[in-house]
């Protein structure tokens, strides 16, 4: 789990549409990539839609939320900005090139083109009151 030091619970979790299109799967293969290599949490975002209280609280004191999404419906972010929570880092797999019903499916290197997309964009983005050095 990634943490920080001020703030929140200084979990950052992961929210993927998980939709039936292959970019929808690939997005959800992509999240549990992510949580295997400790970039975060793989959370229910189904929850969130049908207005779980004990999730939404947990998304609330999330110190950063991903959000990964199949195509540019952008299911996920909107499902997270409708409980009113920020999404701290988008990636949107049709941006990457991942078409959403290829002819040709590549899970595996699409997964991972998803994956370090994400990773990269975590790495701009730490979590709010993260101490960097010093004290
Ligand atoms: S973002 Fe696209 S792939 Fe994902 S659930 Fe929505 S329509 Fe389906």
Redesign the pocket.
Known sequence: MTTGCCGGNGETLIFT?A???Y??QV?NRSAVQLMEHGAGNLFCTAALAAGIDQKLDRARQAARRVAI???E????RKVLEKAQLTVDVHVVLTDLGIE?KPARPRMIDDARKVVESVKAKLDAAPPAGTCRGGR
């Open positions: 549409c939709g039936a299109a970019a929808g997005a999404d199949g195509c419906d952008h299911c996920t959403k």
